[in-house]
Protein backbone atom coordinates (compact mmCIF):
# COMPACT_ATOMS: atom_id res chain seq x y z
CA UNK A 1 0.00 0.00 0.00
CA UNK A 2 2.59 2.24 1.07
CA UNK A 3 4.57 1.70 -2.51
CA UNK A 4 1.15 2.42 -4.00
CA UNK A 5 1.01 5.80 -2.52
CA UNK A 6 4.56 7.11 -3.34
CA UNK A 7 4.15 5.85 -7.09
CA UNK A 8 0.60 7.86 -7.20
CA UNK A 9 2.67 10.81 -5.55
CA UNK A 10 5.55 11.31 -7.97
CA UNK A 11 3.01 10.62 -10.58
CA UNK A 12 1.32 14.19 -9.30
CA UNK A 13 4.20 15.57 -9.20
CA UNK A 14 5.25 15.32 -12.55
CA UNK A 15 2.07 15.91 -13.77
CA UNK A 16 2.00 19.43 -11.42
CA UNK A 17 5.63 20.05 -13.19
CA UNK A 18 3.66 19.30 -16.72
CA UNK A 19 1.46 21.83 -16.23
CA UNK A 20 4.49 24.75 -14.98
CA UNK A 21 5.95 24.34 -18.00
CA UNK A 22 2.99 24.78 -20.12
CA UNK A 23 2.27 28.04 -18.44
CA UNK A 24 5.52 29.07 -18.92
CA UNK A 25 5.45 28.20 -22.61
CA UNK A 26 2.67 30.90 -22.93
CA UNK A 27 0.76 28.92 -25.54
CA UNK A 28 -2.08 30.05 -26.97
CA UNK A 29 -3.83 26.78 -28.19
CA UNK A 30 -6.11 25.17 -26.50
CA UNK A 31 -5.66 22.23 -24.31
CA UNK A 32 -6.33 19.19 -26.55
CA UNK A 33 -4.25 20.71 -29.18
CA UNK A 34 -1.62 20.88 -26.65
CA UNK A 35 -1.66 17.26 -26.39
CA UNK A 36 -1.81 16.22 -29.80
CA UNK A 37 0.92 18.43 -30.19
CA UNK A 38 2.96 16.98 -27.88
CA UNK A 39 2.35 13.38 -29.00
CA UNK A 40 3.67 14.61 -32.81
CA UNK A 41 6.90 15.98 -31.54
CA UNK A 42 7.41 12.95 -29.00
CA UNK A 43 6.77 10.77 -32.06
CA UNK A 44 5.54 7.80 -29.40
CA UNK A 45 2.38 6.38 -31.30
CA UNK A 46 3.44 7.29 -35.17
CA UNK A 47 4.12 4.00 -35.86
CA UNK A 48 8.17 4.29 -36.30
CA UNK A 49 8.87 2.48 -33.47
CA UNK A 50 11.34 4.67 -31.55
CA UNK A 51 10.74 4.45 -27.87
CA UNK A 52 9.78 8.13 -26.78
CA UNK A 53 13.04 8.98 -24.90
CA UNK A 54 15.22 7.97 -28.26
CA UNK A 55 12.86 10.28 -30.22
CA UNK A 56 12.65 13.08 -28.28
CA UNK A 57 16.61 13.61 -27.51
CA UNK A 58 16.36 13.23 -32.01
CA UNK A 59 14.64 16.36 -31.91
CA UNK A 60 16.34 18.11 -29.54
CA UNK A 61 19.79 17.42 -30.88
CA UNK A 62 18.31 17.94 -34.61
CA UNK A 63 17.09 21.60 -33.59
CA UNK A 64 20.29 22.21 -31.90
CA UNK A 65 22.20 21.49 -35.26
CA UNK A 66 20.20 23.38 -37.25
CA UNK A 67 20.99 26.96 -38.94
CA UNK A 68 19.13 29.07 -36.11
CA UNK A 69 19.50 28.69 -32.57
CA UNK A 70 16.94 27.34 -30.12
CA UNK A 71 14.91 29.92 -28.41
CA UNK A 72 13.93 29.42 -24.57
CA UNK A 73 9.99 28.51 -25.93
CA UNK A 74 11.53 25.72 -27.90
CA UNK A 75 13.99 24.11 -25.01
CA UNK A 76 10.38 23.88 -23.18
CA UNK A 77 8.55 22.26 -25.39
CA UNK A 78 10.98 19.18 -25.44
CA UNK A 79 11.07 19.75 -21.48
CA UNK A 80 7.31 19.27 -21.73
CA UNK A 81 7.51 16.23 -23.96
CA UNK A 82 10.10 14.77 -21.69
CA UNK A 83 7.69 15.28 -18.79
CA UNK A 84 4.57 13.90 -20.36
CA UNK A 85 5.96 10.61 -22.14
CA UNK A 86 7.44 9.89 -18.90
CA UNK A 87 4.14 10.68 -16.66
CA UNK A 88 2.49 8.62 -19.47
CA UNK A 89 4.89 5.62 -19.08
CA UNK A 90 4.95 5.50 -15.28
CA UNK A 91 1.26 5.02 -15.58
CA UNK A 92 1.15 2.30 -18.10
CA UNK A 93 3.55 1.07 -16.28
CA UNK A 94 1.53 0.77 -12.88
CA UNK A 95 -1.34 -1.17 -14.80
CA UNK A 96 0.96 -3.21 -15.84
CA UNK A 97 2.38 -4.32 -12.17
CA UNK A 98 -1.54 -4.71 -11.65
CA UNK A 99 -2.46 -6.62 -14.41
CA UNK A 100 -3.03 -10.44 -13.53
CA UNK A 101 -0.59 -12.71 -15.89
CA UNK A 102 -2.61 -15.62 -16.42
CA UNK A 103 -0.85 -19.12 -16.41
CA UNK A 104 1.27 -19.08 -19.70
CA UNK A 105 2.37 -22.64 -20.91
CA UNK A 106 6.39 -23.27 -20.98
CA UNK A 107 6.42 -23.58 -24.58
CA UNK A 108 5.24 -20.09 -24.89
CA UNK A 109 8.97 -18.39 -24.54
CA UNK A 110 7.27 -16.78 -21.38
CA UNK A 111 7.28 -17.68 -17.27
CA UNK A 112 5.10 -16.77 -15.13
CA UNK A 113 7.29 -14.43 -12.18
CA UNK A 114 6.37 -17.24 -9.55
CA UNK A 115 9.15 -19.41 -11.68
CA UNK A 116 11.89 -16.84 -11.06
CA UNK A 117 14.62 -17.81 -8.76
CA UNK A 118 14.09 -16.00 -5.36
CA UNK A 119 16.64 -14.05 -3.57
CA UNK A 120 17.75 -15.09 -0.45
CA UNK A 121 15.47 -12.84 1.37
CA UNK A 122 12.52 -13.99 -0.69
CA UNK A 123 13.62 -17.49 0.05
CA UNK A 124 13.15 -16.16 4.10
CA UNK A 125 10.10 -14.42 3.27
CA UNK A 126 8.29 -17.67 1.60
CA UNK A 127 9.40 -19.73 4.58
CA UNK A 128 9.34 -18.16 7.80
CA UNK A 129 10.31 -20.97 10.17
CA UNK A 130 13.44 -21.18 8.49
CA UNK A 131 13.91 -17.28 8.65
CA UNK A 132 12.91 -17.44 12.60
CA UNK A 133 15.33 -20.11 13.32
CA UNK A 134 18.18 -18.54 11.21
CA UNK A 135 17.22 -15.40 13.30
CA UNK A 136 17.16 -17.36 16.27
CA UNK A 137 20.35 -19.30 16.17
CA UNK A 138 22.72 -16.05 14.53
CA UNK A 139 21.13 -13.82 17.82
CA UNK A 140 22.87 -16.72 20.24
CA UNK A 141 25.56 -16.96 17.92
CA UNK A 142 26.40 -12.92 18.20
CA UNK A 143 25.77 -12.99 21.71
CA UNK A 144 28.43 -16.05 22.59
CA UNK A 145 30.74 -14.45 20.01
CA UNK A 146 31.25 -11.91 21.87
CA UNK A 147 31.81 -12.93 25.23
CA UNK A 148 34.46 -15.58 23.81
CA UNK A 149 36.16 -12.97 21.86
CA UNK A 150 37.30 -11.70 25.39
CA UNK A 151 38.62 -15.27 26.18
CA UNK A 152 40.16 -16.54 23.49
CA UNK A 153 43.51 -14.62 23.05
CA UNK A 154 44.46 -16.36 26.80
CA UNK A 155 43.04 -19.28 25.55
CA UNK A 156 45.46 -19.39 22.78
CA UNK A 157 47.92 -18.01 24.72
CA UNK A 158 47.62 -20.90 27.50
CA UNK A 159 47.08 -23.80 25.03
CA UNK A 160 44.04 -24.51 26.91
CA UNK A 161 40.54 -25.35 25.99
CA UNK A 162 37.58 -23.08 26.65
CA UNK A 163 35.33 -25.65 28.90
CA UNK A 164 33.23 -22.61 29.74
CA UNK A 165 32.34 -21.87 26.07
CA UNK A 166 30.64 -25.17 25.84
CA UNK A 167 28.92 -25.08 28.93
CA UNK A 168 27.33 -21.72 27.96
CA UNK A 169 26.28 -23.21 24.10
CA UNK A 170 24.78 -25.97 26.23
CA UNK A 171 22.89 -23.73 28.25
CA UNK A 172 21.62 -21.79 25.20
CA UNK A 173 20.58 -24.95 23.18
CA UNK A 174 23.21 -23.80 20.40
CA UNK A 175 24.53 -27.33 20.35
CA UNK A 176 21.41 -29.29 20.11
CA UNK A 177 20.78 -26.87 16.77
CA UNK A 178 21.56 -29.62 14.35
CA UNK A 179 19.08 -32.58 16.37
CA UNK A 180 16.11 -32.75 14.59
CA UNK A 181 13.32 -30.63 15.74
CA UNK A 182 10.91 -33.48 16.58
CA UNK A 183 13.17 -34.71 18.76
CA UNK A 184 13.58 -31.58 20.76
CA UNK A 185 16.39 -30.47 18.88
CA UNK A 186 17.36 -26.76 16.80
CA UNK A 187 16.56 -28.65 13.54
CA UNK A 188 18.43 -26.71 11.20
CA UNK A 189 19.59 -27.25 7.65
CA UNK A 190 22.54 -26.36 6.32
CA UNK A 191 22.61 -23.06 5.60
CA UNK A 192 21.08 -22.36 9.15
CA UNK A 193 24.61 -23.68 10.23
CA UNK A 194 26.57 -21.98 7.91
CA UNK A 195 25.03 -18.90 9.07
CA UNK A 196 25.27 -19.12 12.44
CA UNK A 197 28.69 -20.55 12.65
CA UNK A 198 29.76 -18.03 10.36
CA UNK A 199 29.12 -15.32 13.03
CA UNK A 200 30.29 -17.36 15.93
CA UNK A 201 33.64 -17.86 14.06
CA UNK A 202 34.04 -13.92 14.25
CA UNK A 203 34.72 -13.86 18.16
CA UNK A 204 36.60 -17.14 18.80
CA UNK A 205 37.39 -19.49 15.66
CA UNK A 206 38.84 -22.63 18.09
CA UNK A 207 35.50 -23.05 19.58
CA UNK A 208 33.77 -22.87 16.41
CA UNK A 209 35.93 -25.21 15.01
CA UNK A 210 35.38 -26.95 18.09
CA UNK A 211 32.34 -27.09 17.87
CA UNK A 212 31.67 -27.91 14.39
CA UNK A 213 32.44 -31.23 15.21
CA UNK A 214 29.62 -31.94 17.54
CA UNK A 215 27.37 -29.74 14.98
CA UNK A 216 28.47 -31.57 11.95
CA UNK A 217 28.37 -35.26 13.72
CA UNK A 218 24.64 -34.18 15.28
CA UNK A 219 23.51 -33.30 11.71
CA UNK A 220 24.74 -36.33 9.56
CA UNK A 221 23.13 -38.52 12.56
CA UNK A 222 19.95 -37.10 11.60
CA UNK A 223 20.37 -37.48 8.42
CA UNK A 224 20.84 -41.14 8.49
CA UNK A 225 17.40 -41.19 11.35
CA UNK A 226 15.44 -39.24 8.51
CA UNK A 227 16.64 -41.47 5.24
CA UNK A 228 15.65 -44.74 7.49
CA UNK A 229 12.02 -43.61 7.97
CA UNK A 230 12.48 -41.82 11.50
CA UNK A 231 12.15 -45.35 12.93
CA UNK A 232 12.41 -46.24 16.74
CA UNK A 233 15.44 -47.30 17.97
CA UNK A 234 19.07 -47.76 18.42
CA UNK A 235 19.76 -44.21 16.65
CA UNK A 236 16.41 -42.53 17.57
CA UNK A 237 17.32 -43.24 21.19
CA UNK A 238 20.95 -41.85 20.88
CA UNK A 239 19.53 -38.31 19.02
CA UNK A 240 17.01 -37.84 21.87
CA UNK A 241 19.62 -38.66 24.89
CA UNK A 242 22.21 -35.55 23.07
CA UNK A 243 19.18 -33.55 23.60
CA UNK A 244 17.74 -34.41 26.60
CA UNK A 245 21.35 -34.64 28.15
CA UNK A 246 23.49 -31.90 26.32
CA UNK A 247 25.87 -34.68 24.94
CA UNK A 248 28.90 -33.50 23.30
CA UNK A 249 30.24 -35.82 20.21
CA UNK A 250 33.88 -35.54 18.95
CA UNK A 251 35.35 -37.71 16.67
CA UNK A 252 39.33 -39.01 15.83
CA UNK A 253 38.93 -40.78 12.48
CA UNK A 254 41.69 -38.71 10.64
CA UNK A 255 43.96 -41.09 9.97
CA UNK A 256 47.59 -39.87 8.73
CA UNK A 257 48.89 -42.99 7.73
CA UNK A 258 45.97 -42.99 4.55
CA UNK A 259 45.57 -41.34 1.69
CA UNK A 260 43.07 -38.27 2.94
CA UNK A 261 41.47 -38.77 -1.10
CA UNK A 262 41.61 -42.71 -0.76
CA UNK A 263 40.75 -42.74 3.10
CA UNK A 264 38.28 -39.41 3.42
CA UNK A 265 40.46 -38.71 5.78
CA UNK A 266 40.37 -42.34 7.83
CA UNK A 267 35.98 -42.33 7.39
CA UNK A 268 35.82 -44.88 4.08
CA UNK A 269 39.71 -46.74 4.91
CA UNK A 270 41.57 -46.41 7.78
CA UNK A 271 45.03 -48.13 9.10
CA UNK A 272 43.21 -48.82 12.73
CA UNK A 273 42.40 -52.77 12.98
CA UNK A 274 39.72 -54.69 14.24
CA UNK A 275 39.86 -58.13 15.27
CA UNK A 276 36.57 -60.20 15.93
CA UNK A 277 35.84 -61.48 19.42
CA UNK A 278 32.67 -62.89 20.88
CA UNK A 279 30.23 -60.38 20.84
CA UNK A 280 32.33 -57.57 19.39
CA UNK A 281 35.40 -56.61 18.22
CA UNK A 282 38.72 -55.35 20.00
CA UNK A 283 40.09 -51.98 18.32
CA UNK A 284 44.04 -51.03 18.16
CA UNK A 285 45.01 -48.13 17.01
CA UNK A 286 45.17 -44.15 16.79
CA UNK A 287 43.25 -41.16 15.68
CA UNK A 288 44.30 -37.89 14.96
CA UNK A 289 43.27 -34.46 14.93
CA UNK A 290 40.63 -35.31 17.57
CA UNK A 291 38.72 -32.08 17.59
CA UNK A 292 36.39 -31.68 20.50
CA UNK A 293 37.64 -34.60 22.31
CA UNK A 294 38.50 -32.11 25.35
CA UNK A 295 34.71 -32.11 26.29
CA UNK A 296 33.07 -34.93 24.55
CA UNK A 297 31.43 -37.42 26.22
CA UNK A 298 30.93 -39.65 23.21
CA UNK A 299 33.26 -40.14 20.29
CA UNK A 300 33.08 -41.45 16.69
CA UNK A 301 35.89 -43.88 15.04
CA UNK A 302 36.26 -46.07 12.58
CA UNK A 303 38.45 -49.48 12.16
CA UNK A 304 39.07 -51.53 9.75
CA UNK A 305 38.36 -55.67 9.95
CA UNK A 306 39.91 -58.47 7.68
CA UNK A 307 36.26 -60.36 7.63
CA UNK A 308 37.33 -64.14 5.92
CA UNK A 309 33.97 -64.13 4.67
CA UNK A 310 33.01 -60.94 2.62
CA UNK A 311 36.93 -59.04 2.59
CA UNK A 312 37.52 -55.68 4.37
CA UNK A 313 35.11 -53.53 5.79
CA UNK A 314 34.77 -50.15 7.78
CA UNK A 315 33.18 -50.20 11.16
CA UNK A 316 31.97 -47.25 12.27
CA UNK A 317 30.76 -46.76 16.02
CA UNK A 318 30.12 -44.05 18.62
CA UNK A 319 31.52 -44.99 22.14
CA UNK A 320 32.03 -42.91 25.54
CA UNK A 321 35.06 -41.38 25.92
CA UNK A 322 35.74 -43.23 29.15
CA UNK A 323 35.48 -46.41 27.41
CA UNK A 324 38.35 -48.96 28.95
CA UNK A 325 41.31 -48.67 26.57
CA UNK A 326 40.72 -44.98 25.37
CA UNK A 327 43.44 -42.54 26.13
CA UNK A 328 43.61 -39.42 25.57
CA UNK A 329 47.19 -37.99 24.66
CA UNK A 330 46.78 -34.48 25.68
CA UNK A 331 49.68 -33.48 23.20
CA UNK A 332 47.81 -30.71 21.05
CA UNK A 333 50.56 -28.22 20.40
CA UNK A 334 50.50 -26.39 17.53
CA UNK A 335 50.56 -23.09 15.55
CA UNK A 336 46.94 -22.66 14.98
CA UNK A 337 43.53 -23.21 16.68
CA UNK A 338 45.50 -24.11 19.70
CA UNK A 339 42.52 -23.96 22.05
CA UNK A 340 40.45 -26.51 20.17
CA UNK A 341 42.94 -29.16 21.79
CA UNK A 342 42.40 -31.95 18.82
CA UNK A 343 44.30 -33.64 20.90
CA UNK A 344 45.95 -37.70 19.81
CA UNK A 345 43.53 -40.35 20.66
CA UNK A 346 45.01 -44.13 21.22
CA UNK A 347 42.84 -47.01 21.32
CA UNK A 348 44.50 -49.59 23.16
CA UNK A 349 42.50 -52.81 22.95
CA UNK A 350 38.95 -51.67 23.17
CA UNK A 351 36.28 -53.58 23.30
CA UNK A 352 33.42 -52.15 20.83
CA UNK A 353 29.88 -54.27 21.04
CA UNK A 354 28.82 -55.68 17.85
CA UNK A 355 25.20 -54.08 17.65
CA UNK A 356 27.10 -50.70 17.98
CA UNK A 357 29.19 -51.11 14.96
CA UNK A 358 28.23 -50.79 11.56
CA UNK A 359 29.45 -52.51 9.19
CA UNK A 360 30.34 -51.30 5.63
CA UNK A 361 32.92 -52.02 2.57
CA UNK A 362 36.19 -50.29 2.34
CA UNK A 363 36.41 -47.68 0.44
CA UNK A 364 32.65 -47.58 -0.60
CA UNK A 365 31.08 -44.50 -1.58
CA UNK A 366 27.65 -44.88 -0.70
CA UNK A 367 24.43 -42.74 0.39
CA UNK A 368 25.89 -42.74 4.08
CA UNK A 369 29.01 -40.60 2.36
CA UNK A 370 26.72 -38.13 0.14
CA UNK A 371 25.35 -37.44 3.33
CA UNK A 372 28.16 -36.69 5.58
CA UNK A 373 29.24 -34.56 2.73
CA UNK A 374 26.14 -32.46 2.86
CA UNK A 375 27.18 -30.42 6.57
CA UNK A 376 30.88 -29.44 4.88
CA UNK A 377 30.35 -26.35 4.39
CA UNK A 378 29.68 -25.32 8.02
CA UNK A 379 33.54 -25.89 8.47
CA UNK A 380 34.46 -22.92 5.59
CA UNK A 381 31.85 -20.78 6.95
CA UNK A 382 34.12 -20.61 10.48
CA UNK A 383 36.92 -19.92 8.21
CA UNK A 384 35.22 -17.31 6.46
CA UNK A 385 34.23 -15.86 9.72
CA UNK A 386 37.49 -15.43 11.02
CA UNK A 387 38.73 -13.27 7.54
CA UNK A 388 35.81 -11.25 8.20
CA UNK A 389 36.64 -10.30 11.63
CA UNK A 390 39.95 -9.62 10.27
CA UNK A 391 38.92 -7.40 7.68
CA UNK A 392 36.79 -5.47 10.40
CA UNK A 393 39.57 -5.18 12.68
CA UNK A 394 42.35 -4.10 10.05
CA UNK A 395 40.03 -1.57 8.34
CA UNK A 396 39.01 -0.09 11.81
CA UNK A 397 42.40 -0.11 12.80
CA UNK A 398 43.74 1.86 9.48
CA UNK A 399 40.66 4.45 9.80
CA UNK A 400 41.80 5.21 13.31
CA UNK A 401 45.24 5.63 12.88
CA UNK A 402 47.69 8.76 11.30
CA UNK A 403 51.22 8.92 10.64
CA UNK A 404 53.35 12.16 9.89
CA UNK A 405 53.62 14.39 7.70
CA UNK A 406 50.02 13.64 6.77
CA UNK A 407 46.85 15.16 8.16
CA UNK A 408 44.66 12.42 6.70
CA UNK A 409 44.42 8.47 8.32
CA UNK A 410 46.23 5.76 6.62
CA UNK A 411 43.14 4.61 5.04
CA UNK A 412 43.66 7.58 2.66
CA UNK A 413 46.50 5.85 1.51
CA UNK A 414 45.88 4.04 -2.29
CA UNK A 415 47.61 0.55 -1.59
CA UNK A 416 45.38 0.32 1.54
CA UNK A 417 42.11 1.22 -0.61
CA UNK A 418 43.55 -1.36 -3.12
CA UNK A 419 43.88 -3.50 -0.07
CA UNK A 420 40.40 -3.34 1.28
CA UNK A 421 38.68 -3.48 -2.66
CA UNK A 422 40.12 -6.94 -2.82
CA UNK A 423 39.10 -8.06 0.59
CA UNK A 424 35.31 -7.15 -0.26
CA UNK A 425 35.62 -9.08 -3.61
CA UNK A 426 37.19 -11.76 -1.89
CA UNK A 427 34.63 -11.87 1.06
CA UNK A 428 31.60 -11.31 -1.38
CA UNK A 429 33.03 -13.77 -3.49
CA UNK A 430 33.45 -16.53 -1.16
CA UNK A 431 30.49 -15.94 1.06
CA UNK A 432 27.82 -15.85 -2.28
CA UNK A 433 29.20 -19.25 -2.99
CA UNK A 434 29.19 -20.85 0.51
CA UNK A 435 25.23 -19.41 1.05
CA UNK A 436 24.54 -20.87 -2.83
CA UNK A 437 25.82 -24.38 -2.41
CA UNK A 438 24.56 -24.50 1.18
CA UNK A 439 21.15 -23.17 -0.30
CA UNK A 440 21.43 -26.38 -2.53
CA UNK A 441 22.32 -28.85 -0.08
CA UNK A 442 18.88 -27.81 1.89
CA UNK A 443 16.63 -27.96 -0.35
CA UNK A 444 17.90 -31.17 -1.75
CA UNK A 445 16.59 -34.30 0.14
CA UNK A 446 19.17 -35.95 2.31
CA UNK A 447 18.05 -39.22 0.31
CA UNK A 448 19.01 -37.73 -2.93
CA UNK A 449 22.53 -37.15 -4.85
CA UNK A 450 24.15 -34.14 -3.43
CA UNK A 451 26.19 -31.89 -5.31
CA UNK A 452 29.67 -32.75 -4.40
CA UNK A 453 31.53 -30.77 -7.22
CA UNK A 454 29.82 -28.15 -5.69
CA UNK A 455 30.63 -28.68 -1.90
CA UNK A 456 34.19 -29.56 -3.47
CA UNK A 457 35.05 -26.54 -4.88
CA UNK A 458 33.29 -23.87 -2.31
CA UNK A 459 35.22 -25.57 0.31
CA UNK A 460 38.62 -25.08 -1.56
CA UNK A 461 37.78 -21.54 -2.69
CA UNK A 462 36.16 -19.99 0.32
CA UNK A 463 39.32 -21.77 2.51
CA UNK A 464 41.53 -20.34 0.22
CA UNK A 465 40.00 -16.77 0.12
CA UNK A 466 39.89 -16.77 4.06
CA UNK A 467 44.01 -17.15 4.18
CA UNK A 468 43.77 -14.36 1.72
CA UNK A 469 41.94 -12.02 3.20
CA UNK A 470 43.52 -11.99 6.39
CA UNK A 471 47.26 -11.92 4.44
CA UNK A 472 45.70 -9.07 3.07
CA UNK A 473 44.94 -7.40 6.55
CA UNK A 474 47.82 -7.91 7.35
CA UNK A 475 49.89 -6.43 5.10
CA UNK A 476 47.43 -3.39 5.66
CA UNK A 477 48.34 -3.32 9.34
CA UNK A 478 51.72 -3.60 8.90
CA UNK A 479 54.27 -4.88 11.69
CA UNK A 480 51.74 -3.81 14.13
CA UNK A 481 50.01 -7.10 13.01
CA UNK A 482 52.73 -9.21 14.82
CA UNK A 483 52.25 -7.96 18.30
CA UNK A 484 50.70 -10.66 20.79
CA UNK A 485 48.85 -7.67 21.91
CA UNK A 486 47.08 -7.31 18.35
CA UNK A 487 44.16 -10.04 17.65
CA UNK A 488 45.46 -10.24 13.97
CA UNK A 489 48.39 -11.92 14.87
CA UNK A 490 46.46 -14.94 16.05
CA UNK A 491 44.16 -14.65 13.23
CA UNK A 492 46.61 -14.77 10.87
CA UNK A 493 48.11 -18.49 12.80
CA UNK A 494 44.41 -19.61 13.15
CA UNK A 495 43.47 -19.08 9.42
CA UNK A 496 46.55 -21.05 8.60
CA UNK A 497 44.72 -24.30 9.25
CA UNK A 498 42.19 -23.75 6.46
CA UNK A 499 44.97 -24.97 3.70
CA UNK A 500 45.60 -28.33 5.22
CA UNK A 501 41.94 -29.02 6.65
CA UNK A 502 40.98 -32.36 4.82
CA UNK A 503 39.37 -34.13 3.32
CA UNK A 504 38.72 -31.63 0.71
CA UNK A 505 41.76 -29.26 0.55
CA UNK A 506 45.19 -28.25 -2.02
CA UNK A 507 46.11 -30.54 -4.47
CA UNK A 508 43.74 -33.01 -3.21
CA UNK A 509 40.68 -31.03 -3.85
CA UNK A 510 41.85 -29.79 -7.16
CA UNK A 511 42.51 -33.97 -8.11
CA UNK A 512 38.93 -34.47 -6.90
CA UNK A 513 37.21 -31.84 -8.77
CA UNK A 514 39.17 -32.71 -11.92
CA UNK A 515 37.97 -36.18 -11.94
CA UNK A 516 34.64 -35.60 -11.45
CA UNK A 517 34.91 -33.04 -14.60
CA UNK A 518 35.70 -35.67 -16.83
CA UNK A 519 33.57 -38.32 -15.28
CA UNK A 520 36.42 -40.08 -13.84
CA UNK A 521 35.77 -42.45 -10.44
CA UNK A 522 37.84 -40.01 -7.71
CA UNK A 523 39.44 -42.68 -6.28
CA UNK A 524 40.88 -44.26 -9.94
CA UNK A 525 44.67 -44.69 -9.96
CA UNK A 526 47.48 -43.45 -11.22
CA UNK A 527 46.24 -40.20 -9.62
CA UNK A 528 49.22 -38.61 -11.46
CA UNK A 529 50.46 -39.30 -14.74
Not at 9 to 27: G, H, I, T, Y
Amino acid sequence: MMKFCLLWLNLFADFLSFLVLSLRSKSSIAAENLFLRKRKCCNFENGDGGSPERNWAARFQAARSNSWSMNRETILRVQECQLFERWKFQLRLRCAKTTHIPNVPKSSGFEPTTQIPKSQRERARMNPDRAERQKKFIAIAAEHAEDFKTRVAQHDRENSFAHENVAAMKASGYTNMTAPAELGGGGVDVLDEVLAQERLARGDLPTAISTNMHLFAVGWLSDLWRAGGRQEGRLRNFLESIVRDRLILGGGVSDPKINSMLGFGGVINTSRRARKVAGGYIVNGIGKFSTMCAAADFLFETARYEDPATGPVILNFYLPIKTPGINVQNNWDTMSIRASASHDIVWENVFVPEEIATRRPVGLWDQSMNMFCRWNPSLEACYLGLAQAARDWAVTWTGQRRQEPFEQPMSHYPQNQFLAAEMEVGLRAARALLIQTATAIAETPVTDEQPLMDIIATHHFVSETAVSVVDKAMRMVGGVGLFKSSPLEQMYRDVRAAIIHQPFQGYDALAWLGKLAFGIPHDTLPRWV
